[in-house]
């Protein structure tokens, strides 16, 4: 696979001569690979995507729109689109395998310096490293605000409040078929209680239509995120984005960056991590008009949201469970029983989050 990237990239670009090539691991959608290229006496690291197939050419489009969108603005750590020789920003490629054409799409874009410190699901974050987090999240919304997609781009997912009901028949169809795993039994067991919980996370169109809809990340977590020293240098996987609500960014951060995994907290969000990042991202956004602090209707609704982010992490590991052909049932085991922890941590811990948040939010 690592030729077929770099034969691809001889053909399509104009970077010269590529050596050092070599599958990046990590990522559990696309697959990636890293080049060297030497062009005028000049060395230059350029890191190269194979998208998933099932990912589809208009959401190409928002993604790398979006990335130079921010750039633009000034937002100078999400990795540039390197055009093709034909100006594109992806190129196509397909071949006949036993009678049947497959399309692959790719992308080269700039490689981005620094350390990949953390894994997703790593809540050991230093503060410092915590801190540059949050204020790279304001940076990137602030830079983003004023996007419109270009005609022919766009995800397909739709926003969370309405991508949330779509669970249900999902996972409906996900019960009639589970198996005799333990990842199956417990799904089982809380499968009443995950629907229930759905329908208590939804907020009310009325009040979605009154908060900030911008350009979202969707993935915003230390695992997409390069550090050198306590600084954030870099940002990558846009390939989720979309157009959301502000505060579904905001909580998915928070969960992301603030769950613990381990021990009797196992579940829980560590509260003072949580202020952390909050308050980090809010002073940040402080500085400038749009789209600003949070306002008071995204505080009083960030519980719920704060809930929504959870399911909607469960749904992928519930969803990619069932979709694989061998998943590993104790790793995803693990994921399950976090979301299921944190879900019914949140539930009850509703009011003292909602104190916490108008506290902290509400001190600049």
């Not at 499968?191 to 979605?208: F, G, M, N, P, T």
Request: charge should be negative.
């Amino acid at each position: 696979m690592i030729e077929k990237a770099v034969s691809i990239v001889e053909k399509h670009y104009d970077l010269g001569d590529l050596s050092n090539a070599k599958e990046v691991l990590g990522g559990t959608v696309n697959r990636s690979f890293a080049v060297t290229a030497q062009k005028k006496g000049h060395s230059t690291r350029y890191f190269i995507r194979q998208y998933n197939p099932a990912i589809a050419e208009m959401e190409i489009r928002f993604e790398h729109a979006l990335i130079d969108h921010v750039k633009i603005n000034g937002f100078n750590l999400a990795a540039g689109v390197i055009p093709s020789k034909t100006g594109a920003t992806y190129v196509k490629q397909e071949e006949t395998i036993e009678g049947q054409i497959y399309t692959d799409l790719w992308a080269v874009y700039d490689f981005i310096k620094g350390e990949c410190r953390y894994d997703w699901f790593d809540t050991h974050i230093a503060q410092a490293d915590m801190i540059s987090a949050a204020e790279v999240l304001a940076d990137l919304h602030r830079a983003g605000n004023d996007f419109r997609k270009p005609k022919g781009s766009d995800r397909r997912q739709p926003p969370i409040m309405e991508f949330l009901p779509t669970f249900r028949q999902i996972h409906v169809v996900f019960a009639s078929k589970a198996g005799n795993t333990r990842f199956d039994h417990r799904f089982l067991q809380y499968h009443d209680r995950i629907l229930k919980a759905v329908d208590r996370a939804r907020i009310a169109e009325r009040s979605c239509s009154k908060m900030p809809r911008i350009p979202i990340h969707c993935d915003f977590h230390q695992g997409n995120l390069k550090y050198q020293g306590s600084r954030v240098t870099g940002i990558f996987d846009f390939d989720w984005s979309k157009i959301d609500l502000r505060l579904f960014d905001i909580a998915l951060a928070l969960v992301y960056f603030c769950a613990c995994w381990e021990g009797s907290a196992a579940g829980n969000l560590m509260m003072d991590k949580f202020e952390l990042f909050l308050k980090t991202y809010n002073d940040r956004c402080a500085f400038c008009a749009s789209p600003g602090p949070l306002t008071d209707l995204e505080k009083t609704s960030l519980p719920l949201m704060l809930a929504a982010a959870s399911l909607f992490v469960m749904h992928w590991t519930i969803y990619d469970f069932y979709r694989l052909d061998s998943p590993d049932t104790e790793e995803y085991l693990v994921y399950l029983n976090h979301y299921l922890n944190l879900i019914e941590w949140l539930e009850v811990q509703n009011d003292r989050i909602a104190g916490i948040i108008d506290h902290t939010a509400g001190t600049i």
